[in-house]
Each structure stands twice: as structure tokens, then as C-alpha cells.
């Protein structure tokens, strides 16, 4: 993509393959979001939802220098001057994470070089991550002066547990996909040289399985992230009641039987 004064900054969507692909793109500044670029977030998680050929959703950032920097400083001057206007920034920037989050289809975040700030806010705000060898993660807050959210740190401490996300506000430290593999902010580091190729693989072994199955397991996992007395179990179990009597447990079975690859429909 061409990195002139001209290139508007913007989240490209593209759905193939079972597959909703979310770009962030503003590759002159390492893809950090405008205030454009949050607020169009639930708009395109909900495009994704609504497709039913989409499995899965995945969000890079262009190119391989970073995933995102966070969010783009630039603009600060203008969107976060005065209450009002700070209190739109927070919104849109809530309402993005929240979406990807609260997604009904599963998401992976696929991470090539820098990762901080909000862009590792939304990449935790995925069900999945993985990234080349050689990406960076940081939270710099503490070296910014900002505050950080009690539910952005609730996020972090449910996933990664309390001492690692201490860790990383208080000491405000890059590290790289090793130790972020070993803190748990990583599923999966991919070998720089390989990284295409063993992305697309993994992102297309997601979503060769079952919709109904993913469905029910991304269900039960925003469930998880609720307070235990707002959770609802029965949701999830409605779906997993869908799973057992869908053509496509049938076809899982068939195919087990055969020694073949499943065709699943979503029904």
C-alpha cells in the first residue's frame, strides 16, 4: 500500500474462505488507530457476524512492521481537547474494543513487529494471538502519564492473570514473542521467514471446523469474561444443544468414520 500524504487511514475488510480479514492500515504511522478507525470497528465485527460463510475473524495490521503502535497521537490535539470530546475518544475506542471482544465469531489477532499501547489492548481483546519470532509487545502508559481503565486491566489480569499484568504496566517493558509466548499473551510464535504461509494455515484450521461447534465454544468464552452472577450458562448450553442436533455432527461423525476430511455447513 502506498505510504504518501494521500493514503487515507482506514480498517480494509475482506471476507474469503470462511475468513473475515480485518486490516488495520496506516502503515506510515506503524497502523496506530485513528479516531475513525475505532468507531468503525463495531460496524465491521458486525458485517462479519452477519455473513454467514464467515467462521472466522482475523485482525493484522498492514504490512510487517507493525501490528499497531496504538492509537495515533496526531489527533489528539483535535479529538481529545476538552471533556466532551475526550469522552467521545473513550467511547469509540470502548465500543471497538468491545465489539472484538463480545464478537459472536471467533477472532485471532496475527502480529508481525510493534504491538503496544491500544494496539496490545485490541490484540488481547482477540480470543486468539499469534506472531513472527521477532514482534515486540509494551503497555507504555506509565511512561505517558496515563491512566488505565479498570476494565481494560480487569481484561488483562483475566487472561494473562495478575503478576504478569502488573508486570507489564508498572515496569512499562518491551518484551518480545518469547516471553510473551511464556506470559501467555502468545498462542502461537511463528518463524519470520514462514510467517504467511503458517498464518494462513492456522487461521484455515480454524475455520474448516464446525460454525455451530466455534459458535458455541466463542459463546461460553465472553461468558467467562463476565462477572460470575452476570454469566449465562444457559445460552451457552442452548448452543451446545444445536451442536449435537446439527447435519453437521452428523457429518463430523461420517467423516471420522471414513478416514476423510469434514465438509461442514453451519447447520
Same mark, same amino acid.
Given at each position: 500500500?502506498?505510504? @504518501? ?25 506503524? @497502523?496506530?488507530?485513528? *479516531? ?6 463495531? +460496524? ?31 489527533? *489528539? ?15 469509540a475506542v470502548s465500543a471497538g474494543n468491545a465489539a472484538l471482544a463480545g464478537s459472536a465469531k471467533p477472532t485471532l ?77 502468545? @498462542? ?20 474448516? @471446523? ?21 454469566? +449465562? ?10 451442536? *449435537? ?23
Amino acid at each position: 500500500m502506498s505510504e @504518501n500524504a494521500a493514503h487515507r487511514p482506514s480498517i480494509r475488510y475482506v471476507a474469503e474462505k470462511g475468513i473475515a480479514s480485518l486490516v488495520i492500515d496506516q502503515p506510515a504511522k506503524m @497502523n496506530a488507530m485513528t *479516531f475513525e478507525m475505532w468507531s468503525s470497528l463495531p +460496524d465491521l465485527i458486525r458485517r462479519a457476524e452477519e455473513d454467514p460463510a464467515v467462521r472466522l475473524i482475523t485482525l493484522r495490521g498492514e504490512g510487517r512492521r507493525a501490528f499497531c503502535a496504538g492509537a495515533d497521537i496526531s489527533q *489528539f490535539g483535535e479529538k481529545r481537547e476538552g471533556a466532551a470530546a475526550v469522552a467521545a475518544y473513550d467511547r469509540a475506542v470502548s465500543a471497538g474494543n468491545a465489539a472484538l471482544a463480545g464478537s459472536a465469531k471467533p477472532t485471532l489477532a496475527i502480529i508481525s513487529g510493534i504491538c503496544f499501547g491500544g494496539g496490545f489492548g485490541l490484540a488481547m481483546c482477540c480470543d486468539l494471538r499469534i506472531a513472527t519470532a521477532d514482534s515486540r509487545f509494551r503497555v507504555p502508559a506509565a511512561r505517558l502519564g496515563l491512566g488505565y481503565a479498570f476494565g481494560n486491566l480487569e481484561m488483562l489480569a483475566h487472561k494473562l492473570g495478575v503478576g504478569p499484568t502488573a508486570d507489564l504496566l508498572l515496569s512499562a517493558r518491551i518484551i518480545d514473542s518469547p516471553e510473551a509466548a511464556a506470559m501467555g499473551v502468545l @498462542n502461537a510464535v511463528l518463524t519470520s521467514d514462514g510467517y504467511d504461509a503458517e498464518a494462513e494455515a492456522y487461521a484455515a484450521r480454524i475455520a474448516a @471446523n464446525a460454525p455451530l461447534t466455534l459458535k458455541a465454544v466463542k459463546a461460553a468464552l465472553v461468558e467467562l469474561a463476565r462477572a460470575e452472577g452476570q454469566r +449465562d450458562p444457559g445460552r451457552v448450553d442452548a448452543l451446545v444443544e444445536a451442536c *449435537f442436533a446439527s447435519e453437521d455432527y452428523r457429518e463430523g461423525r461420517a467423516a471420522f468414520a471414513e478416514k476423510r476430511e469434514p465438509v461442514f455447513r453451519g447447520r
